[in-house]
């Protein structure tokens, strides 16, 4: 588009210019410390999804060597994460493959990659490079947007289900990467009991992070031409997005905006792992558990309250007792102290959440802990001097972890986190009281 005395006029489409013609973005990263960088070794996407522009024009790419030179420069400066934009990272197995081998061997152990990928296009070569990874070194972002097999013919997406999460659950299984998910909701032909199954079904694949989005119907795109013929409404102003369609409601709509908020808050903040992963074990679906918790804060006008540290966990747990009663609302309890302690080594709970157990078991181990002989047999790791914000115990009226029956008593490392956070955990059995 070029702007003329008659306002901006359409000069033709532009001749793709070559990845590797086009200059380095990034020169000087002073004014960039602790952001999050974007660097893109593809332009363009081979596929044709109906809801987006990228693929207009085709794909191109740089030349995998250029884009290792361009890497180098954030792994000398140490960059906190690079996230590529590349709408397919692995369209092209071979490029692909090439810069993961290089970010592989050229780790500074600091530097984490974040791609989207498609993962039914996963090779087995590229999977075995993933499983060579330290933990946190890659990212990646997985398009599912629907599992209702007439929404993908319908916005031109091929790709094999079966295959795709036979791929993700290879990847969770590498422990080592982040994995996010991703549905949008406002598809042709998905309904509100359609997107209820597609997002049970991403849910059931583990995602450390499960991203509802809503359809954008942009201007050039050929579901904006898609739109008019299904009766489609959307916004006519950025961000376009979508108002209402034959399948879905506008009220449904704003339902789906509460389970996402819900979903962020409670899921893929990762704050609640323990206690989520025991209440789905008992629902009928976390699509409806987070729909009836949704309809329940709405009704009591929390849903959109900002909450403050502990609301969330006050709020859940009040929407457990009045569904499940006091004794199981009392296990749940036990549970969220131990989510609050694998985040952090906090002062103090707030008066719902149990005492601790402990009592003269404290005094006990706390008289034992600082006996260095003592630590030497019993924790080697922790044979030096340990701060004592660096470590806490706690004891639980049955196993934290198992849920098995009998007093369970967890040491929590504060010094060694997994990928989301979460302190090094260590149950303690009788040996470690003789």
Known sequence: WLWGPAGPQYSGDATPVSMDE????????DALENRI???????????????????????????PARACQYLAFFLKKRVRQVKFVDRTFNAKAAHCNTILDYLLKNDNGITNFHFEIS??????????????????????EIGVQSTNPKTLRAIHRNSSLERLFKRTAQLKECGNCHLHLDLIAGLPFEGYDSFAHSYDSVFYAEP????????????GSAMEQDSRAYGILHQDQPPYEVLQTPWLTFEELIRLKGIDALTDRYYNS???????????????????????????????????????????YRWLLQFYETYCGKERKDILAWRMRHDIFCRENA?????????????????????????ASWRMRVFPEFS??????????????????????????VLYDYRQRDLYGNARIVVLNDDHFA
């Open 119 to 140: 993962a039914d296009l996963l090779t087995d070569e590229t999977i075995a490079l993933i499983r060579q990874a330290r933990p946190g070194l890659f990212q990646f």
């Open 384 to 409: 030096g001097r340990m701060p004592p914000q660096e470590v806490r115990l706690e004891k639980y009226p049955f196993h934290i972890i198992t849920g098995e029956e009998g007093s369970c008593t």
């Open 37 to 63: 960088l974007y660097f893109e070794s593809s332009r363009g996407c081979p596929f044709s999804c109906s809801y987006c522009l990228s693929s207009k024009g085709g794909a191109r790419w740089m030349d």
């Open 22 to 29: 086009l200059p380095f973005a990034y020169d000087d990263l």
């Open 347 to 371: 002062k103090g709970v707030p008066d719902f959440i149990p005492r601790s157990l402990l009592g003269p078991t404290r005094l006990e181990m706390e008289r034992r802990w600082k006996d």
């Open 270 to 312: 990762g704050r609640f792992r323990t206690s989520l992963s025991w209440i789905l074990s008992r629902e009928i679906s976390p699509f409806q558990f987070f729909e009836s918790f949704s309809s329940y804060l709405n009704d009591k006008g929390l849903l959109d309250q900002k909450p403050g540290k502990f609301d969330d």
């Open 208 to 219: 450390d992070m499960l991203q509802m989005g809503f359809l954008k119907v942009l201007g």
